[in-house]
T-cell receptor
Framework: EAQVTQNPRYLITVTGKKLTVTCSQN?????MSWYRQDPGLGLRQIYY???????DKGDVPEGYKVSRKEKRNFPLILESPSPNQTSLYFC????????????FGPGTRLTVT | RKEVEQDPGPFNVPEGATVAFNCTYS??????FFWYRQDCRKEPKLLMS???SGNEDGRFTAQLNRASQYISLLIRDSKLSDSATYLC???????????FGTGTRLLVSP
């Protein structure tokens, strides 16, 4: 089954404790992206990657890191989480030729206290 | 001003009703337009693209008005299963980036 998976689905952590949210897709997609979704603000892009070893900042990259060492994986790293990073996070992937049709993972609900 | 603006709703309609949502965009360089659907606490999914000439997919009709910079989504014969949030999405010419609106919530009741 074609899918995007994220782990963990739910995470409660404390300020400053480094964490990683994993994202993996099995569709051989070149393009992958991370979004956060907050009430009243909609989906905002954090980082994206056009292919292996190619990443770029989205609209709200501060406080986040990403890497793309393999085509299927695109982890999101919070080196020192803060309460304002409490949010619902989505990973998405698409073919490079049809980036308008993005396949989203199920989401990770992160709470930073 | 937000790049993509939508009425958050909710739009409460009975089954069988016709309902329409509008979405305005501020950047005239926006090239492509889409509607995504998001069920409560679930991931967004592509509903349909919006073509310049307007397009239909079953009970759903999407239209684009470039002069006034808005797109619309019309749902005919609403079903309970249509209850969801509908996200307006634009893509800029020459960029892969998608810009999402905050969504319009639709509630269809029996």
């Amino acid at each position: 089954e074609a899918q995007v998976t994220q782990n963990p689905r739910y995470l409660i952590t404390v300020t400053g404790k480094k964490l990683t949210v994993t994202c993996s897709q099995n569709m051989n997609h070149e393009y992958m992206s991370w979004y956060r979704q907050d009430p009243g603000l909609g989906l905002r892009q954090i980082y994206y990657s056009m292919n292996v070893e190619v990443t770029d900042k989205g609209d709200v990259p501060e406080g986040y890191k990403v890497s793309r060492k393999e085509k299927r994986n695109f982890p999101l790293i919070l080196e020192s989480p803060s309460p304002n990073q409490t949010s619902l996070y989505f990973c998405a992937s698409s073919s490079s030729t049809t980036t308008y049709e993005q396949y989203f993972g199920p989401g990770t609900r992160l709470t930073v206290t | 001003r937000k790049e993509v603006e939508q009425d958050p709703g909710p739009f409460n309609v009975p089954e069988g009703a016709t309902v329409a949502f509008n979405c305005t965009y501020s950047n005239s360089a926006s090239q492509s337009f889409f509607w995504y659907r998001q069920d409560c606490r679930k991931e967004p999914k592509l509903l349909m693209s919006v073509y310049s000439s307007g397009n239909e997919d079953g009970r759903f009709t999407a239209q684009l008005n470039r002069a006034s910079q808005y797109i619309s989504l019309l749902i005919r014969d609403s079903k309970l299963s249509d209850s969801a949030t509908y996200l307006c999405v634009v893509r800029y010419r020459g960029f892969q980036k998608l810009v999402f609106g905050t969504g319009t919530r639709l509630l269809v009741s029996p």
